[in-house]
Structure formats: structure tokens, C-alpha cells
């Protein structure tokens, strides 16, 4: 079973940064896609950005220039990078998972929340 932790959330500034990280337990970490999705109040759940096991990436249109994706195969570990931050960009982001048999997995969530 595929654990999945988030860290790095909190209160950030309009036109701050913050990191979010997500480490994953078990050993098909990098076999598996990595993505960030993130669900405002009242809206539905969005892909936010999107990392393949090559390191192939893709972002939402809102985000791009904005936001990184990055792995760590080593560490189990995917990131976020978030610059500029807007507060539209409030919302619960989660990590997720996707394995070789499209398996998917979840992350707990944690709370961006960009206000001044």
C-alpha cells in the first residue's frame, strides 16, 4: 500500500512563494506519474501540474510560469514550487500517485491559503 504525505502548506502573501512536498512510501515511486491537484471551497477537484517517470510535465493554464513541478526519485519525493501567488491560488492541494496498473493514490491534502 502507497502512502502519501503533503507538507509545506500554510498563509502565504499575494506574490509569495511557499514549496509543497510529498514523500511517498514503498518502492514504485519512480515508475509511477506524480501530479498536484488542488480543490478550492465549493469547486471541483483540479489538475494543478503533472510529472511523468521521464520527467515529462504539464500545467494547468493558471499556473504555468507560475508553478513547478519537480521529482526526487531518491527521496520518494515530488515538489511544488509556487511563485507569484495569487488568491485564486487558495485551495487544499493534493498529491497523487498513478502507477504502472493505473492504480492511483492520494495524499491527505494540505491548506494554501493566499491572503494579505
Known amino acids: 500500500q502507497v502512502q502519501l504525505v503533503e507538507s509545506g502548506g500554510g498563509l502565504v502573501q499575494p506574490g509569495g512563494s511557499l514549496r509543497l512536498s510529498c514523500a511517498a512510501s514503498?518502492?514504485?515511486?519512480?515508475?509511477?506519474?506524480m501530479a498536484w491537484y488542488r480543490q478550492a471551497p465549493g469547486e471541483q477537484r483540479e489538475l494543478v501540474a503533472r510529472?511523468?517517470?521521464?520527467?515529462?510535465?504539464n500545467y494547468a493554464d493558471s499556473v504555468k510560469g507560475r508553478f513547478t513541478i519537480s521529482r526526487d526519485n531518491a527521496k520518494s519525493t515530488v515538489y511544488l514550487q509556487m511563485n507569484s501567488l495569487k488568491p485564486e491560488d487558495t485551495a487544499v492541494y493534493y498529491c497523487?500517485?498513478?502507477?504502472?496498473?493505473?492504480?492511483?493514490?492520494w495524499g491527505q491534502g494540505t491548506q494554501v491559503t493566499v491572503s494579505s
Open positions: 514503498g518502492s514504485i515511486f519512480s515508475r509511477s506519474a
Open positions: 497523487n500517485l498513478v502507477d504502472l496498473f493505473r492504480q492511483s493514490y
Open positions: 510529472i511523468t517517470r521521464f520527467e515529462s510535465t
